[in-house]
């Protein structure tokens, strides 16, 4: 950890934090621990809380009832100025007529520190870019601009640092270059770090710990992995990368939930199972399905899940390759394979079989509806394939 660059922190902490806006509550009574010294994600679509809960903390919205804590003190009342806070937003807000250098300087100097040399010097090592400390904003890169953005308000060692967005103008392939960077950053410096995002693959690649969000509230909470591979609500197991959900009904309950649904029947473990009546939505990610040509039904372990059905579309990605497959019911199936062997593959118009492990199967309660979690084109896509 970098000499000065941080200090002790606590837990940050909001208890029933609630905003509205007249009739709409863009928060409602949410109450989270996050742990200090970790990456935390807040991921959700527009419009479901996020942005406005980082404002509560930040000091820059007021919350219409509720408290927010660092440690056992608590910050609801204090002035933006005046919290163990900083934030780093999407358009980094540098001072286009200052350089680097002075850039990250501007809040020791604002505070009245004379001999800012040494931290300013340590904060862009920190950052990897010394070497650029006397050009302007406007000759770095967008990748570079969000590091001394970075830079700048980690140089008042916050006890939070809010990340709002901060990857949105980014092209793909810098994004992923700046997931890694701000991980590295992080890990150093020790800070906690709250990272606003509706991009799942940064909340993946980044966070500890990921919150999915929606309708003001949290959906689901814990290691990325954890919330990736057991979903917990329909909106969870479709916003957070794809799922392919199927109605059915328990047949019988135990450490193994039995399922039937269009004349087939589905196992899985009674820990992946969060549906609380008969009624069930049978679960599998995309990538943890095999596609197999129906004459080769008989190299699927006999314990696998599997469904029949049609190819209607392939579609190759370099990593791996995505399949389409109408079932009997009509239903569409999503399927992935890593690209790991050379040779034939599934064209359209073959009659396949889809298998996949037991354990790696979910269930979920119906109620909310088989679209919930998904974005509206998309479900009025499927509904009428011809618009």
């Given at each position: 950890m970098p000499e000065g660059v941080s200090r002790i922190v606590e837990d940050l902490r909001l208890a029933n934090l609630t905003k509205q806006f007249g009739e709409t509550k863009a928060v409602d009574n949410l109450s989270i621990t996050i742990?200090?010294?970790?990456?935390?994600?807040?991921?959700g679509a527009s419009g479901c809380g996020k942005t406005t809960t980082l404002r509560m903390v930040a000091g820059l919205e007021d919350p219409s009832a509720g408290q927010v804590f660092i440690g056992?003190?608590?910050?609801?009342?204090?002035?933006?100025?005046?919290?163990?806070?900083n934030t780093v937003f999407q358009s980094y807000a540098l001072f286009p007529h200052?350089?680097?250098?002075?850039?990250?300087?501007?809040?020791?100097?604002?505070?009245?520190?004379?001999?800012?040399?040494a931290q300013?010097?340590?904060?862009?090592?920190?950052?990897e870019l010394a070497s650029l400390a006397r050009?302007?904003?406007s000759q770095l890169s967008g990748g570079q601009q969000q590091r001394v953005a970075v830079a700048r308000a980690l140089i008042n060692k916050p006890d939070v640092l809010l990340l709002d967005e901060p990857l949105g103008a980014l092209d793909l392939k810098l994004r992923r270059q700046m997931q890694i960077e701000l991980k590295r950053i992080q890990s150093e410096v020790g800070t906690t770090f709250v990272h606003v995002t509706h991009d799942q693959e940064e909340a993946m690649t980044m966070a500890d710990t990921v919150a999915v969000m929606n309708a003001g509230r949290i959906e689901q909470l814990g290691h990325p992995a954890d919330v990736?591979?057991?979903?917990?609500?329909?909106?969870?197991?479709?916003?957070?990368?794809?799922?392919?959900?199927?109605?059915?009904?328990?047949v019988t309950s135990g450490e193994i939930v039995e399922v039937a649904a269009f004349g087939?029947?589905?196992?899985?473990?009674?820990?992946?199972?969060?549906?609380?009546?008969?009624?069930?939505?049978?679960?599998?990610?995309?990538?943890?399905?095999?596609?197999?040509?129906?004459?080769?039904?008989?190299?699927?372990?006999?314990?696998h899940n599997r469904i029949f059905g049609v190819v209607t579309d392939v579609s190759y990605t370099g990593v791996s390759t995505q399949y389409l497959v109408e079932t009997p019911w009509g239903q569409t199936i999503i399927a992935f394979e890593q690209n790991s062997i050379v040779g034939d593959r599934c064209a359209v118009g073959d009659q396949v079989v889809l298998g996949w492990a037991p354990e790696h199967t979910f269930g979920l309660d119906p109620a909310e509806g088989l679209?919930?979690?998904l974005d509206k084109a998309v479900v009025e896509l499927e509904s009428d394939p011809e618009a």
């Open positions: 742990p200090a010294g970790s990456f935390f994600a807040l991921l056992d003190k608590d910050i609801t009342e204090l002035r933006a100025f005046q919290r163990p806070v200052l350089d680097i250098y002075e850039n990250v300087a501007f809040g020791l100097r604002r505070r009245g520190v004379k001999d800012v040399d300013v010097g340590r904060m862009l090592e920190l950052v050009r302007k904003p990736y591979e057991t979903p917990h609500t329909i909106f969870v197991a479709n916003f957070l990368g794809q799922s392919n959900l199927i109605a059915g009904k328990k087939l029947g589905f196992k899985m473990p009674a820990s992946r199972n969060v549906a609380p009546g008969m009624n069930i939505v049978v679960g599998v990610r995309p990538e943890k399905i095999t596609v197999l040509d129906l004459h080769d039904e008989d190299k699927l372990p006999a314990a679209t919930s979690g």
